[in-house]
């Protein structure tokens, strides 16, 4: 079995960076093209799903009758009057605290 040497030289890459340089412009600027592009075709999606009218095929039209609901209204906040007041005492039973134990 022969031995592998891999030598990896982090100083090395700084120049063959600068020697591509155009290189590495170009792969990022088709980086930037691919998710604008991605970015544009999920809106796109978004767009023609909202215009499909075949989701609002089976919808039912719901009609309000608007002087019920405000009548229905006005008895539920009526009958926000009739509720029990909250207890000012710590004691459920309304004695005063003795301090003297039994």
């Not at 009758?65 to 009548?71: G, H, I, R, S, V």
Request: hydrophobic share 45%.
């Amino acid at each position: 079995m022969k031995n592998l040497s891999l030598s990896f030289d982090i100083k090395g890459i700084l120049p063959a960076l600068f020697k591509k340089f155009s290189l590495v412009l170009w792969i990022a600027l088709a980086l930037l093209i691919v998710a604008e592009g991605l970015i544009i075709k999920r809106s796109f999606d978004k767009i023609m799903t909202a215009n499909d009218s075949s989701l609002y095929a089976n919808v039912q039209l719901v009609r309000v009758n608007f002087n019920t609901y405000d009548q229905i209204e006005k008895r539920l906040n009526e009958n926000t009057n009739f509720l029990p007041s909250t207890p000012v005492s710590p004691d459920p039973f309304g004695l005063p605290p003795s301090n003297s134990p039994n």
